[in-house]
């Protein structure tokens, strides 16, 4: 069948916000420490203990933001333990993430020194699990204020004279689970109570977020909506894919048709949950003044055999490019409501951008769709209409082609994702309001579907010029590979 794709490039559909790009880093497994923090004293090349190679490989995606210190270890953190010089700092067991000894030697400091390398915005997560107003408040202090105060002098005593710029900050985590097993009301009622202490100190505008819903938890955000909205400015939601369901998710590399297709059937699922939790939204924030924060999103198996079942360290194949591409393709297409969304997560931890062994680093595929993506971040949506026919296997049905389409510095980048893994997909790609000149395009495919870059082969899977495509007047005749992944770029 010939699929129809219409992209009206005069129809204006709002900016995509670049934090839709963004992502998550938790002191989980070898996230933090071996992923980003080796200390200034490894052999492996190092700015003041933060690993040159990973900062490079993020900034190459232009990396805009950085959710820390969790995640379910937020609800566990005291910061305090995190300042002052290193060999006085307090360990202590990381309770959710493999028993192992947390050093605390990646604090405050570090994490606002590695955004700034990063050139990303931090986006802080509080703890109102197991914290209290009273610590929180005082965070935000020494993080913002520029005065005299305890915090703010003690902030100078460990060797930062000037306030961080702090805009994003979580009041609480999956309080629904690991954060507390809080009923929506309470949390809610605890909500508006620490929010009052999220302070503003000088010209500095915090961002609040709520903690929402875990997937089809509609209640939860009819709650806190009712509430607690006029006090956020932002609420999350949290939505993983797991192709066996959630306790026995699957493996990353050794999966099967039927598992392929399902994964694939549960990632477009992330689309109705937007909508759904958006109606409600709307219900009581009508002008969309709320976000909608997706800070924790990806696809999560089983562990690697033979590792630490706590630190969810997962291989990272095609299969999860086209989770990643199809995904960010919904995330474009809602960007009235979804203003952020943090992948989960950075380094060596679910659906990675880069995984690392000892001195080696190696970029994955969902890497490579976040690179050919970047040409979205606060470009403008345009419209795009796509009469695509479906994929179907068993049970499982799901539309063969998802997209998104934006302009951005003169040119018209329109994103295909075929996630049917057998056949290719013939568009019929009609381009409006522009004109159709100087074509290119960019891909990412596989011959297998659970093709993989190793420390071996690290260059297995990458993206690679595209041409699959005939000009013919202001139509594309476009043939998607099967699972392929395509960025076209159209030159106004």
């Known amino acids: 069948m010939a699929n129809k794709v219409v992209v009206n490039a005069d129809v204006k559909q709002g900016t995509i916000n670049k934090n839709i790009y963004g992502h998550f880093a938790e002191h989980l497994g070898r996230c933090i420490y071996e992923g980003f923090w080796v200390g200034e004293d490894s052999d492996i090349p190092n700015t003041n203990g933060i690993r040159n190679d990973v900062v490079e490989a993020l900034k190459n995606i232009d990396i805009p933001l950085l959710r820390w210190p969790g995640g379910c270890f937020a609800d566990e953190y005291h910061w305090k333990d995190g300042v002052g010089p290193r060999e006085n700092r307090k360990r202590m067991v990381n309770t959710h993430w493999g028993g192992v000894i947390e050093n605390n030697h990646f604090g405050t400091h570090e994490f606002m020194m590695l955004c700034d390398m990063l050139g990303a915005e931090p986006y802080i997560n509080g703890n109102v699990g197991s914290g209290t107003v009273q610590e929180m408040s005082e965070w935000v202090e020494y993080m913002t204020f520029n005065g005299e105060s305890p915090m703010a002098n003690w902030r100078q005593e460990n060797g930062r004279e000037e306030p961080w710029k702090l805009k994003y900050f979580g009041v609480g985590n999956e309080n629904w689970g690991c954060g507390g097993n809080m009923r929506p009301q309470y949390y809610a009622d605890l909500y508006r109570r620490f929010q009052t202490y999220v302070r503003n100190y000088g010209d500095n505008k915090i961002f609040k977020i709520a903690g929402g819903a875990n997937v089809d938890d509609y209640n939860w955000t009819e709650v806190l909506m009712r509430e607690a909205a006029r006090f956020m400015d932002g609420l999350s939601l949290h939505y993983y894919v797991h192709p066996g369901g959630f306790w026995n998710k699957g493996s990353a590399t050794d999966f099967t048709e039927d598992e392929w297709n399902i994964t694939m059937q549960k990632t477009l699922y992330i689309e109705e949950l937007i909508e759904k939790h958006s109606t409600i939204m709307d219900k009581y924030d009508p002008e969309k003044r709320i976000a909608m924060i997706v800070d924790e999103w990806g696809a999560w198996y089983d562990v690697e055999p ?115 893994k057998d056949n290719s997909a013939t568009l019929d790609l009609q381009l409006r309001g522009a004109d159709l000149t100087n074509v290119s395009g960019r891909i990412i495919t596989a011959t297998e579907m659970n093709a993989m ?32 992944v395509v960025v076209l770029s159209i030159a106004e």
Not at 307 to 329: C, E, H, K, S
Not at 331 to 354: E, G, L, P, W, Y
Not at 380 to 407: C, I, M, W, Y
Not at 462 to 481: H, I, Q, S, T
Request: contains cysteine; hydrophobic residues 35%; proline residues 5%.
């Open 306 to 420: 033979g590792t630490n079942p706590g630190f969810l360290y997962q291989q990272n194949t095609i299969r999860d490019a086209l989770v990643a591409g199809a995904t960010l393709n919904i995330f474009n297409n809602h960007n009235d409501r979804v203003r952020m969304a943090n992948i989960a997560q950075t380094v060596n931890v679910i659906q990675s951008m880069v995984l690392t062994e000892n001195e080696k680093m190696i970029l994955t595929p969902t890497y490579h769709v976040f690179e050919m993506y970047k040409v979205h971040q606060d470009a403008e949506r345009v419209a795009l209409d796509l009469e695509v026919g479906e994929v179907k296997h068993g049970d499982t049905s799901f539309p063969q082609v998802n997209g998104s389409a934006s302009k951005k510095d003169g040119k018209i980048n329109i994103s295909l994702c075929n996630m049917d």
């Open 453 to 484: 870059n190793t420390f071996e082969e690290p260059e297995n899977v990458k993206p690679a010029a595209f041409n699959g495509f005939e000009a013919n007047g202001n139509a594309l005749n476009v043939e998607l590979p099967p699972k392929s």
